[in-house]
């Protein structure tokens, strides 16, 4: 008896704290919805989508996250059509961020080449906003896509840097349930490499 009383007085003063917490930190029960903050990919000491979605552990096992369309190597200059596909069996709607940085010299950590948006799915951060880009999802983007209802994929063009060099790409996704609190989401995190010719 008293463990239900217990129970039935901490589910509402849970709620309360989340709800609380959110108004205080508005990141706290971000929605996927239109562009989720950057510098948030995970890579260089960056946090990743789990300070807003924080309730899974990151990277359990049940999702799969893969980066297409980055060769092996990579000619100096060129564009790339790089494709981020996430699939989990839960999957409502999904969302993800991007980065293309130095992986070292003296440039570690600052972008390597430039990244556009492809369709209304992504946006791009502008190099005038911040010293790196991030590609991530917008509103548009949430939806799981012709692949099927568990899975989701952006499409982002990538202009390869002129002066080669290896390049780290860090991706950071989110599994969402889609009922705009932070709990019920699971975050997966991948870092991939692409080197030159040079």
Same mark, same amino acid.
């Given at each position: 008896?008293?463990?239900?009383?217990?129970?039935?007085?901490?589910?509402?003063?849970?709620?309360?704290?989340?709800?609380?917490?959110?108004?205080?930190?508005?990141?706290?029960?971000?929605?996927?919805?239109?562009?989720?903050?950057?510098?948030?990919?995970?890579?260089?000491?960056?946090?990743?989508?789990?300070?807003?979605?924080?309730?899974?552990?990151?990277?359990?096992?049940?999702?799969?996250?893969?980066?297409?369309?980055?060769?092996?190597?990579?000619?100096?200059?060129?564009?790339?059509?790089?494709?981020?596909?996430?699939?989990?069996?839960?999957?409502?709607?999904?969302?993800?961020?991007?980065?293309?940085?130095? /992986?070292?010299? $003296? !440039? +570690?950590?600052?972008?390597?080449?430039?990244?556009?948006? &492809?369709? *209304?799915? @992504?946006?791009?951060?502008?190099?005038?906003?911040?010293?790196?880009?991030?590609?991530?999802?917008?509103?548009?983007?949430?939806?799981?896509?012709?692949?099927?209802?568990?899975?989701?994929?952006?499409?982002?063009?990538?202009?390869?840097?002129?002066?080669?060099?290896?390049? /780290?790409?860090? $991706? !950071? +996704?989110?599994?969402?349930?889609?009922?705009?609190?932070? &709990?019920? *989401?699971? @975050?997966?995190?991948?870092?991939?490499?692409?080197?030159?010719?040079?």
């Amino acid at each position: 008896m008293v463990g239900r009383r217990t129970r039935s007085m901490l589910v509402p003063a849970l709620v309360a704290l989340v709800a609380a917490g959110a108004v205080a930190s508005p990141g706290l029960a971000r929605r996927l919805g239109d562009r989720p903050p950057p510098a948030h990919t995970g890579g260089f000491g960056e946090p990743t989508c789990h300070v807003c979605h924080f309730e899974g552990t990151p990277n359990d096992g049940r999702a799969t996250l893969e980066l297409e369309g980055l060769p092996p190597i990579y000619a100096p200059g060129a564009t790339y059509v790089l494709t981020v596909t996430l699939a989990h069996p839960d999957l409502r709607i999904g969302g993800f961020e991007l980065s293309a940085r130095f /992986a070292g010299g $003296v !440039a +570690t950590g600052r972008q390597a080449g430039t990244l556009r948006a &492809l369709d *209304d799915r @992504v946006d791009v951060t502008g190099l005038t906003e911040l010293p790196v880009q991030y590609a991530r999802h917008t509103a548009a983007g949430v939806l799981p896509d012709s692949l099927g209802m568990t899975h989701v994929q952006w499409r982002v063009e990538w202009t390869a840097p002129a002066s080669g060099g290896t390049v /780290a790409f860090h $991706v !950071a +996704t989110n599994v969402a349930n889609d009922d705009a609190s932070p &709990l019920g *989401d699971f @975050v997966y995190t991948r870092a991939f490499e692409g080197k030159s010719a040079r």
